[in-house]
């Protein structure tokens, strides 16, 4: 089973931490230039929120040097890609439905 997640992440709050916390990022350089690298921990969550939502993307901080009030949170939605599927109704086979003796029409 693939264990492939989709979800939003939060650009404001991403923006917010390069502004006031360049401490978090690390510069690399790679062909095309310096790249701004952030370091995140993709965590599961003990349950389910109420949009069915099971991980969250947190920037990687350790409890020791996180400051009070700094909003560490990139994302706090990503759930299973299958459940994505789900969400949508299959589609119908029309053929077997044409055979149907029990429909109507």
């Given at each position: 089973?693939?264990?492939?997640?989709?979800?939003?992440?939060?650009?404001?709050?991403?923006?917010?931490?390069?502004?006031?916390?360049?401490?978090?990022?690390?510069?690399?350089d790679f062909k095309d230039g310096k790249h701004a690298l952030?370091?995140?921990n993709f965590n599961e969550?003990?349950?389910a929120d109420e949009h069915g939502n099971t991980h969250y993307l947190k920037a990687n901080c350790r409890k020791a040097d996180q400051k009070e009030g700094v909003n560490y949170y990139i994302s706090s939605g990503f759930k299973?890609?299958?459940?994505?599927?789900?969400?949508?109704?299959a589609p119908t086979d029309s053929a077997a439905a044409e055979n149907?003796?029990?429909?109507?029409?």
């Open positions: 089973m693939e264990n492939s997640f989709y979800g939003r992440i939060d650009f404001t709050n991403l923006c917010r931490l390069w502004k006031d916390h360049k401490e978090l990022f690390e510069m690399v952030l370091k995140v969550r003990q349950q299973p890609s299958m459940q994505q599927a789900s969400d949508n109704p149907d003796p029990n429909l109507p029409f």
